[in-house]
């Protein structure tokens, strides 16, 4: 789409680099950050939001659900913050050998480029996608800049990322436990806390979420995570399909049904997949 002369100002790109020209393309506006994010905007008293959303513009891209090449658009962000969830959900793969482990982030998460430190001697790479189409905005250094005399946006920032290393570290003890059913019982109700529906009777997850990414979640292999579905869903804890699944009762009814039920698998050999290969 056309850029606005406050954007060129800015140095948005006139064209999004890395974008595959054969797949939609992602769109951008300019908008007031205070406006879309209320619980920024509740730092500010009255008067001082008032300033401060002339201040706080940010470029915001409708993404399409998809891959997407994470060089190029940290690329745009500069050294700036990085790119904020404005809505939506990303998946976040990391690829360590031939495994990967995914993390999923929603509104309010701030996603940075990744470097390799001159101190990490295991490699890894990673890559993102949108699981829905979501708007991210582009918190690059002039916007950095812009918003340098107001401490709240970044302190919002820096809590949040602190909210989200506490959720990884959740997932990490979800992992943990040996019985599959479990990990994936307990990663459902978790990312049910962030991104479900209350319903009649349990919660809706209204995503994509296959047996290959829950595999990726819970460290398992595509397989295993289907047998464990079944098995779950025979007992009445966890059903629907791979766009919406359905949570029936309350976590610890699921734990307390799963400790009455013996593991038909053994937990040795789900433990033996580890974390899902891509």
């Known amino acids: 789409m056309p850029r606005s002369d406050t954007e060129r100002d800015h ?28 619980d920024m905007a509740q730092e500010f008293d009255l008067r001082m939001r008032v300033v401060a959303r002339q201040v706080a513009t940010v470029v915001v891209m409708d993404v399409p659900a998809g891959a997407h090449e994470s060089a190029d658009w940290f690329g745009a962000a500069g050294g700036g913050f990085g790119l904020l969830v404005v809505d939506g959900v990303v998946a976040v793969d990391t690829h360590v050998g031939d495994r990967v482990a995914t993390e999923l ?51 919002v920032l820096m809590r949040r990322a602190g909210r989200r290393a506490g959720d990884l570290s959740v997932q990490r003890a979800i992992t943990s436990q040996p019985r599959l059913e479990v990990r994936l019982a307990l990663m459902l109700w978790h990312l049910a806390g962030r991104f ?44 629907g399909h791979a766009d919406e699944w359905h949570l029936h009762g309350t976590p610890a009814a699921h734990l307390a049904a799963l400790a009455d039920r013996p593991d038909e698998r053994g ?12």
Request: cysteine-free; proline content about 10%.
């Open 11 to 38: 140095g948005f790109p006139s064209q999004w680099p890395g974008e595959d020209p054969r797949r939609p393309q992602a769109s951008s506006s300019y908008r007031y950050l205070l406006d879309l994010d209320d």
């Open 105 to 155: 982030v929603g509104p309010g998460d701030l996603l940075q480029a990744w470097e390799q430190g001159l101190d990490d001697l295991v490699e890894r790479t990673w890559d993102w996608r949108t699981l829905v189409p979501s708007r991210l905005g582009l918190l690059d250094a002039a916007f950095a800049e812009r918003v340098r005399p107001w401490p709240q946006i970044s302190n």
């Open 196 to 239: 479900g529906r209350v319903e009649p009777g349990g919660i809706r997850i209204p995503l994509p979420l296959t047996h290959r990414l829950l595999g990726h979640l819970v460290g398992a292999e595509r397989p295993s995570v289907s047998h464990a579905l079944a098995r779950l869903s025979a007992a009445g804890l966890v059903t």
């Open 267 to 278: 937990a040795a050999a789900d433990a033996h997949h580890g974390a899902a290969k891509p």
